[in-house]
């Protein structure tokens, strides 16, 4: 069964909001048995939008909406849905008194404007909204479906939770669609596609090949009648993969390097410290972007300058001698923010973050190091494309090696 | 003059890719005199991508594509356009020259598959990409122009800016539009909404309002014959939102919390020092994401544990007496960063992240403590929705208050 997500709002037509609303619902279609047949941005215009939808209508039985719901006369979901349907927009007093106690709960004063967000037409289902002001829709006429949510990214996401997934899952689908992940990091998409060139092209499963920020993903799409017949499409694939690719691999699905090594430190009872001049916080924010992170994240230093290195225990004569951008200055690095936090493990990032080349290193080049219990090591890094990819490529890069290393030393010590 | 905005991959139908072009593209349109009428995206299919281009040119004059230029057979924007044409595609020996320079200068061998790239229909003129091997294509037929631009972002920015800005420059204009963006902090939309209601709801300028992570944006659009008379029509309703919103305005245009911080430590000569446990060191990576930082950013501590805030300076009894979260213990922190660091400026953030409370204090509340050459003070801030959020919205706040406490404290040395 196809679908089609329409994302409402002429702030998307002007580049000012990256629609995001779109993505997230695009990628749980699939577990849902529906495909998408495409996705469009539409301005706040009755005609436009409702054209949108008829034509969204005439190839794909499903159809959802994002943004248009407020109390404005710029959101016009309700009426050109209404004109679609060739229905007339009522007053629903049932809403009216939801947001009469919402405002109260609030303590404000409900404005005629808000009332705009208590009218439907008779073939549309109110969809609670615990977010927010703008209750969304589910309107069944005819065999097809519609269903319009808020464009708030937060409001949107908890009605999908509480109210559409609920009602997409009851229905009886035909085929479900079950994906699996897996990623890669060090290889270039030429050189997987190298490797594992024969599973390419197939139909079902279906391989795709995606370049990120984190490595080369590898998605294996299986569609079956049921999840456990999907999976036993996806099984043999995934293992050709990961005889392939065996080392490159690093994690699955939803995992993150951050994840990935949030559960390795936890598993071991292990602490973290980090020292970075590269990244400039951005691999302490990452590892802090994990629910829990304070368990074994002990703390960490971005130092800048060769002063603040020295200050924080980086012998000045590694820096003298091998220069700032260097491996040993990496390891001490490491070794330095282990020491002074007090933690089992250390990581440092010194590189050059660019435009211009420092000490003759070019920009892009970096070094990781890496400090365990006393054993230290670091790796090499090259990255290229603008300050912030090159932030998080040596962010992704350092935690994969911490996560290698780690590993590596705990397994020799039993 | 319109102009339609097609993405084409099946991975971003997948959820698997967020577009980025095309709201890179559609906020350069304005400047251009051309309205974005439809945003959508394509799979990798060649009927729907001819549907799709036939639709958008029935109402638009302008088609830019991004993606489906590559060398696979899922890159069909090529047969599409011939389709769409009624064309034949033939292979360019200048283009095929150009690959295999390309190739011989990179150390590596043209594939065959490399060679659907060099083909291209009678009409089309095609567009060097000095990034990839995908040249783009600029197809002029009919009153028509297709621009096709390959997908990996920053190809398309640099085939945009070498080859599809200036052909686009050259054009004649029948209007240009001009955004002048004035960017709030600390006022919701209602709050704004209210203070300068009589200005919204005009055609020309239209004034949008959008909130963000950065606080509210208020949006001027104006359209004129000239970039002059668009400016004419801005500069009274920036004047008026300038009077009503004064306090709450900091920033203008592409203006951000840390370009904006940055310019003031360097027109003062200062140097600046961080301590945050909250932020979990995106406040340190938000200073280090503009270029040059180094010059005034001394370093950061990330001390997400007490014992470490201690470490690093705080006295023990201010976090026994007032707890780690509070007033004092963020002035505390913003006083031992500067200290430590020996920078002018001190900025200290303490919170709880959540999603669990803290000591009594709820998820989302934060301390922002801020210390200049002795003088310190601190500010409550209550953040919302969920921990990246959190992060974002207390490294903003504690960025602006920074900019707001220097410019007062320069100001009184005076």
Same mark, same amino acid.
């Given at each position: ?73 710029? =959101? ?137 920020? =984190? ?128 933690? =089992? ?70």
């Amino acid at each position: 069964m196809n679908v089609e997500i329409l994302s409402i709002g002429t702030e998307i037509l002007m580049g000012e909001l990256v629609d995001t609303n779109a993505p997230f619902l695009a990628a749980r279609m699939p577990a849902l048995g529906l495909t998408v047949r495409g996705i469009a941005q539409v301005g706040d215009s009755v005609e436009d939008l409702a054209e949108a939808l008829a034509r969204a209508l005439q190839r794909s039985d499903v159809v959802i909406t994002t943004g248009g719901l407020g109390p404005t006369q710029d =959101d016009l979901t309700r009426e050109a849905i209404a004109r679609l349907l060739k229905e007339e927009l009522q007053l629903d007093e049932a809403l009216v008194e939801g947001l009469r106690s919402l405002f109260a709960g609030r303590g404000a004063t409900m404005t005629p404007a808000n009332l705009r967000q208590a009218y439907r037409i008779p073939s549309a289902q109110a969809l609670p909204n615990r977010q927010g002001t703008a209750p969304g829709l589910w309107v069944q006429k005819d065999g097809k479906l519609i269903i319009a949510l808020p464009g708030p990214p937060h409001e949107m996401q908890g009605l999908w939770e509480q109210e559409v997934l609920p009602r997409l899952q009851q229905r009886p689908q035909d085929a479900v669609i079950v994906t699996r992940t897996l990623k890669t990091f060090g290889l270039g998409e030429l050189a997987i596609d190298a490797a594992i060139h024969g599973l390419f092209g197939q139909e079902n499963p279906y391989l795709g090949i995606y370049a990120k920020a =984190d490595g080369v993903h590898l998605r294996i799409i299986a569609r079956a009648a049921t999840p456990a017949e999907a999976q036993r499409l996806i099984a043999p694939m995934e293992a050709e993969i990961r005889q392939a690719l065996e080392s490159y691999l690093w994690g699955v699905d939803d995992e993150t390097p951050e994840t990935r090594v949030g559960a390795l430190l936890r598993e071991h009872h292990l602490t973290l410290a980090t020292m970075e001049s590269l990244t400039g916080g951005a691999l302490a924010s990452s590892i802090t972007d994990v629910q829990g992170s304070s368990d074994y994240f002990k703390g960490g230093f971005v130092a800048y300058t060769a002063a603040m290195k020295i200050a924080h225990g980086v012998p000045p004569e590694l820096i003298q001698v091998h220069g700032v951008v260097s491996a040993p200055v990496a390891e001490a690095m490491a070794e330095a923010a282990r020491m002074r936090a007090e933690a =089992d493990v250390g990581l440092g990032i010194t590189g050059v973050a660019g435009p211009a080349s420092l000490e003759g290193r070019p920009p892009g080049m970096a070094f990781l190091g890496l400090s365990f219990q006393g054993r230290t090591r670091s790796v090499e890094g090259r990255y290229i494309r603008g300050r912030p990819l090159v932030k998080r490529a040596a962010t992704v890069h350092a935690l994969l090696e911490l996560y290698r290393f780690v590993t590596e030393q705990v397994a020799a010590q039993r």
